[in-house]
């Protein structure tokens, strides 16, 4: 268990409105990230954060944006929804491991845009 | 081309079969290596990490091929809860990318 929680787990919402995704870590971990994954892509990285308000594009970061205004929390928001960004999103921190850095993941949040 | 891709499947073998898995990456400067496990509707979950020397967990192997920039997952004795989509990622430093998973359905 790597200490991450993602809410909301589920939400449905309209084209064209706003949406935040939070990721809550409580071990302290400095890199935190934000991936989607979709049928046929697998996992894409949106943004990722390499410290409180260091924050850094991914590969698909169009339409997204982050914040990490607290070590423990890092906010994805959508700032107008669209179908497209119907997808899991799932955040993750990175923590040392015996072989080097290894990523664990939050369980998920489920998002449709409608 | 993809940085890091996988046969996406899906491999159907019935239980105790053995069943392997190539994931190959493009950027030679990848430092470090994993296998993942996702069941359906859940998140990504850390199998094993690859070593060079290649490693072995139970009835789990991983090999890494650096010079042809690829990596393995051998599955001894398949049970059927192994049926789940298998992950390949790469890292450098802190960027982590990931193959599109290989599904496994192993069936009684």
């Known amino acids: 268990d790597a200490g991450i929680t993602q809410s909301p787990r589920h939400k449905v919402t309209e084209t064209g409105t706003p949406v935040t995704l939070r990721c809550h870590q409580t071990?302290?971990?400095?890199?935190m990230y934000w991936y989607r994954q979709d049928p046929g892509h697998g996992l894409r990285l949106i943004h990722y954060?390499?410290?409180?308000?260091?924050?850094d594009k991914g590969e698909v970061s169009d339409g997204y944006s982050v914040s990490r205004s607290k070590t423990e929390d890092f906010l994805l928001t959508l700032e107008s929804a669209t179908s497209s960004q119907t997808s899991v999103y799932f955040c993750?921190?990175?923590?040392?491991?015996?072989?080097?850095?290894?990523?664990?993941f939050g369980e998920g949040s489920w998002l449709t845009v409608v | 081309r993809k940085e890091v891709e996988q046969d996406p499947g899906p491999f159907n073998v019935p239980e105790g079969a053995t069943v392997a898995f190539n994931c190959t990456y493009s950027?030679?400067?990848?430092?470090?290596f994993f296998w993942y496990r996702q069941d359906c509707r859940k998140e990504p979950k850390l199998l094993m990490s690859?070593?060079?020397s290649g490693n072995e967990d139970g009835r789990f192997t991983a090999q890494l091929n650096r010079a042809s920039q690829y990596i393995s997952l051998l599955i001894r004795d398949s049970k059927l809860s192994d049926s789940a989509t298998y992950l390949c990622?790469?890292?450098?430093?802190?960027?982590?990318?990931f193959g599109p998973g290989t599904r496994l359905s192993v069936l009684p």
């Open positions: 950027n030679s400067a990848s430092q470090s």
């Open positions: 954060s390499y410290g409180v308000k260091d924050t």
């Open positions: 990622a790469v890292n450098r430093g802190q960027n982590f990318v």
């Open positions: 993750a921190i990175s923590a040392a491991a015996t072989s080097g850095n290894t990523i664990y």
């Open positions: 071990e302290n971990h400095r890199y």
């Open positions: 690859v070593y060079s």
